[in-house]
Antibody, heavy 120, light 109 residues
Framework: QVQLVQSGAEVKKPGASVKVSCKAS????????ISWVRQAPGQGLEWMGW????????NYAQKLQGRVTMTTDTSTSTAYMELRSLRSDDTAVYYC?????????????WGRGTLVTVSS | SYVLTQPPSVSVAPGQTARITCGGN??????VHWYQQKPGQAPVLVVY???DRPSGIPERFSGSNSGNTATLTISRVEAGDEADYYC????????????FGGGTKLTVL
C-alpha cells in the first residue's frame, strides 16, 4: 500500500550528526516531493525543508541552513535527512511527509516518525 | 515571516459542533490545510485547500476561509475526534515556505 516507512530511533551526543531515512512505496516516488517536519516533545510542528524527488532540488528552513541536508535515492525510492552539529534542542520526532504541490503545498501522506534524542 | 494563530484549546460535548480557528493576516487569500494528530501518532490530513476532504475523512469535517480567519468545523463530535489540530499554509515570501499554526487541543467532554 501507499506508505512512508522511516528508520528507527536514534540517540546521539551533542555535536554529532544523524541521518534519518524514509522509504516510499505504493506510488511513483519521483512524482512528488518529500518534506521533513519535526516535533519537539510537547510542542507543535516545525517544517524543516523540502526536496524534489524528481530532480533533487531542495529548499531548507532558514534556521537550519548549513546544518541540514536532504537527499534522495530514486533507485530505492528513499529520502534522507541529515542534521549535523546536534544540540539538545534538536531532540524531537522527525517526520517525512509526501508533498502535494499545485498552487501551494500540503502533506497528504506521513511517515510514523523517528525519535532523535540528543543527550550527553 | 507569516504567523498563524490558533487557540490552545477547544472543548465540546459529544454530538455538538466544534469550531477551531486559525488566524493570519489576509489568510483568506491563501489556501489553508488542516491536520489531526492523536497522541503518539503522525499527523493526518483532514482538510486541504480550505474545504476539501481527502478520501476516507468523514463529511463531519469541513473547512472555511475568509478575511483573516480560517475555520475547521467538526460536526457531531465523537470521542475519537479528541486530538491536536494544526492549520498550515504555504507562504513563498517567507523564509519558511511552510507555516504551521501552534495547534489546538480538542477535548471531548
Amino acid at each position: 500500500q501507499v506508505q512512508l516507512v522511516q528508520s528507527g530511533a536514534e540517540v546521539k551526543k551533542p555535536g554529532a550528526s544523524v541521518k534519518v531515512s524514509c522509504k516510499a512505496s505504493g506510488y511513483t516516488f519521483t512524482s512528488y516531493g518529500i518534506s521533513w517536519v519535526r516535533q519537539a516533545p510537547g510542542q507543535g510542528l516545525e517544517w524543516m525543508g523540502w526536496i524534489s524527488a524528481y530532480n533533487g532540488n531542495t529548499n531548507y528552513a532558514q534556521k537550519l541552513q548549513g546544518r541540514v541536508t536532504m537527499t534522495t535515492d530514486t533507485s530505492t525510492s528513499t529520502a534522507y535527512m541529515e542534521l549535523r552539529s546536534l544540540r539538545s534542542d534538536d531532540t524531537a520526532v522527525y517526520y517525512c511527509a509526501r508533498v502535494v504541490t499545485g498552487l501551494d503545498w500540503y502533506f497528504d501522506l506521513w511517515g510514523r516518525g523517528t525519535l532523535v534524542t540528543v543527550s550527553s | 515571516s507569516y504567523v498563524l494563530t490558533q487557540p490552545p484549546s477547544v472543548s465540546v460535548a459529544p454530538g455538538q459542533t466544534a469550531r477551531i480557528t486559525c488566524g493570519g493576516n489576509n489568510i483568506g487569500s491563501k489556501s489553508v490545510h488542516w491536520y489531526q494528530q492523536k497522541p503518539g501518532q503522525a499527523p493526518v490530513l483532514v482538510v486541504y485547500d480550505d474545504s476539501d476532504r481527502p478520501s476516507g475523512i468523514p463529511e463531519r469535517f469541513s473547512g472555511s476561509n475568509s478575511g483573516n480567519t480560517a475555520t475547521l468545523t467538526i460536526s457531531r463530535v465523537e470521542a475519537g475526534d479528541e486530538a491536536d489540530y494544526y492549520c498550515q499554509v504555504w507562504d513563498s515570501s517567507s523564509d519558511h515556505y511552510v507555516v504551521f499554526g501552534g495547534g489546538t487541543k480538542l477535548t471531548v467532554l
